[in-house]
């Protein structure tokens, strides 16, 4: 199950992949930023069942040579997967390890000084099930044929706390720090064990990874849906979805880097 190749420096303002033809991302630098610290990698599996990795991370802003922190860490827990998976390993476990690997070439990878930080969450979508584990403010949705929608991952963050306290979802994503992050892989984290989660599909949908430069327009998975649901009508394949929505987000105002990664899960 091989992955694609890392995108070059001229390539990482705007790159697309698409290892198959129901799964697709694309990462963009948006609007505001001079460079993207967003990273992705995808993986598929050859053959008629529909078996993919996918990991998105968004480095964080304030630490240097964070885009190279998201990019090491996107593809060490791609490659982690991939390899696990074909070794029949349960996503549970190969979900906890891919990050312990993530962490170890984000700290290993230093350009100058200390290493850098970056979010992280990766999807593992095989033949009746998804799998999802996520350190960070990406997110992982589900959005099925049915209208069903459902956000997978839950935020380590100073807005999810306080949703977690009572907070509405709009209030508490209004809040001052609201994107401050409780958790994270690189320099001075001191956990990073994903939360995991899976998710067992009775219906066709889509699995959709997003940094918070495409869910800070759509938070709810009701938003998210109905955005999502018109490009799918008006395109239809993961690819052209993925950059429709990078689009969408920029004429939102694209004030951070935007990452999409779309597969096609069929039950």
Same mark, same amino acid.
């Not at 890392?6 to 790159?15: D, F």
């Not at 951070?256 to 069929?266: G, K, S």
């Given at each position: 199950?091989?992955?694609?190749?890392?995108?070059?420096?001229?390539?990482?303002?705007?790159? @697309?992949?698409?290892?198959?033809?129901?799964?697709?991302?694309?990462?963009?630098?948006?609007?505001?930023?001079?460079?993207?610290?967003?990273?992705?990698?995808?993986?598929?599996?050859?053959?008629?069942?529909?078996?993919?990795?996918?990991?998105?991370?968004? $480095? @964080?802003?304030?630490?240097?040579?964070? *885009?190279?922190?998201?990019?090491?860490?996107?593809?060490?827990?791609?490659?982690?997967?991939?390899?696990?998976?074909?070794?029949?390993?349960?996503?549970?476990?190969?979900?906890?390890?891919?990050?312990?690997?993530?962490?170890?070439?984000?700290? *290993?990878?230093?350009?100058?000084?200390?290493?850098?930080?970056?979010?992280?969450?990766?999807?593992?979508?095989?033949? $009746?099930?998804?799998?999802?584990?996520?350190? $960070?403010?990406?997110?992982?949705?589900?959005?099925?044929?049915?209208?069903?929608?459902?956000?997978?991952?839950?935020?380590? =963050?100073?807005?999810?706390?306080? %949703?977690?306290?009572?907070?509405?979802?709009?209030?508490?994503?209004?809040?001052?720090?609201?994107?401050? %992050?409780?958790?994270?892989?690189?320099?001075?984290?001191?956990?990073?064990?994903?939360?995991? %989660?899976?998710?067992?599909?009775?219906?066709?949908?889509?699995?959709?990874?997003?940094?918070?430069?495409?869910?800070?327009?759509? =938070?709810?998975?009701?938003?998210?849906?109905?955005?999502?649901?018109?490009?799918?009508?008006?395109?239809?394949?993961?690819?052209?979805?993925?950059?429709?929505?990078?689009?969408?987000?920029?004429?939102?105002? $694209?004030?951070?880097?935007?990452?999409?990664?779309?597969?096609?899960?069929?039950?």
């Amino acid at each position: 199950m091989p992955h694609p190749s890392t995108p070059t420096r001229s390539e990482r303002n705007h790159y @697309v992949r698409v290892p198959a033809p129901w799964l697709a991302a694309c990462s963009d630098l948006g609007l505001k930023h001079k460079t993207n610290q967003d990273a992705f990698c995808l993986a598929a599996r050859p053959g008629t069942g529909r078996t993919a990795v996918l990991a998105v991370a968004d $480095g @964080v802003s304030t630490a240097a040579g964070s *885009e190279l922190a998201s990019l090491v860490a996107a593809e060490a827990a791609c490659t982690h997967l991939v390899n696990r998976l074909e070794e029949g390993a349960a996503a549970n476990l190969a979900l906890v390890q891919a990050f312990a690997e993530a962490q170890d070439a984000v700290l *290993e990878a230093k350009q100058e000084g200390e290493a850098s930080a970056c979010t992280l969450i990766a999807g593992i979508m095989a033949p $009746g099930s998804i799998a999802v584990g996520n350190v $960070g403010d990406s997110r992982a949705y589900w959005l099925g044929d049915d209208g069903l929608c459902q956000l997978l991952s839950t935020d380590d =963050s100073m807005a999810q706390a306080r %949703i977690m306290l009572g907070m509405t979802r709009h209030e508490a994503e209004q809040s001052n720090q609201a994107h401050s %992050i409780t958790k994270w892989l690189g320099r001075d984290a001191t956990n990073v064990t994903p939360s995991v %989660i899976t998710h067992q599909p009775t219906t066709n949908g889509w699995l959709l990874l997003c940094t918070d430069g495409l869910w800070n327009y759509a =938070s709810s998975p009701e938003e998210m849906y109905h955005v999502v649901k018109g490009f799918v009508e008006n395109f239809g394949t993961p690819a052209a979805v993925a950059e429709a929505l990078v689009e969408w987000a920029k004429e939102q105002g $694209g004030r951070d880097n935007i990452t999409v990664a779309l597969a096609r899960y069929e039950a």
